[in-house]
């Protein structure tokens, strides 16, 4: 099943997204620049919106925004990454666009150091608690052809009961050629009454950077899940960075984070998230 447009919306009484079935958005697209604010304009479109009594996503299912989010544009010599955290492209270099945390700025090759202004990147936004936006594309070389990664879908259910068993992901791309940053992740908002599952995954990761090891992963994305009672603690979460290659980033790509009401989903060795803060 395939979302178009913003304001689309599925409701009914019950939607159970079965073992090898998918529900996403049907494809990226372009927004505002973190350096060109108003060309072409801001515009969010292409999410998943479902509202129900009670949502299933069954084992093997599958609710996927990755890279669905803010794209770039590699067409006719230009390098510009969209999105409000969009990812810097400088020389030859492509860094990773923020979301949920800071991408990363700076590196070290043979020796040396390098640094580029935070300006250079875009800066982390969206609502911690209730997170709306798609992610950022990286950054991305002036070159034409595939270079920065896109950004993660966004992701917004609503419902009495939610029961995941399966995965809902909004993970950023990762950075194509030799110079592109991965995408940040995307946005998950999950209101409910009741939410549990057994071995379900839910995730907003960053996008890895290319092969370049002078490139940047992109950040981790947003979740949250606003519940009244949990009923089980059997999902995983992430928001991690994204995988940094080769020589070390001097400042790397921050994690994402995870909102939740209580500590009711809280154990003591926190084995169900990795990469959130």
Known sequence: LLFTNWTTRLCATTITVKADGWIQPITNFYGCSNNIATNPPLEMSNRVHLIARDLVVESGGYIDANGKGYRTDNTANKAIAYGPGAGASTGNRGFGGSHGGLASIGYVQGGTFYMYRRTDTGPAYDDTNAPLAPGSSGGYAYQPGPGGGPGGGAILLKATNVTVNGTIRADGGAGANQYGGGGSGGAIYITCVTFGGSNGVISAKGGARSSSNTNGGGA????????VSLVSRGIQFSTEPGLEHGEALVCPS????????????????????????
């Open 220 to 227: 981790g994305g947003r979740i949250a899940v606003n519940y």
């Open 254 to 277: 921050q994690m994402g984070t995870v909102w939740l009401p209580d500590t009711a989903m809280l154990t003591t060795n926190l084995t169900q998230f990795n990469g959130v803060r």
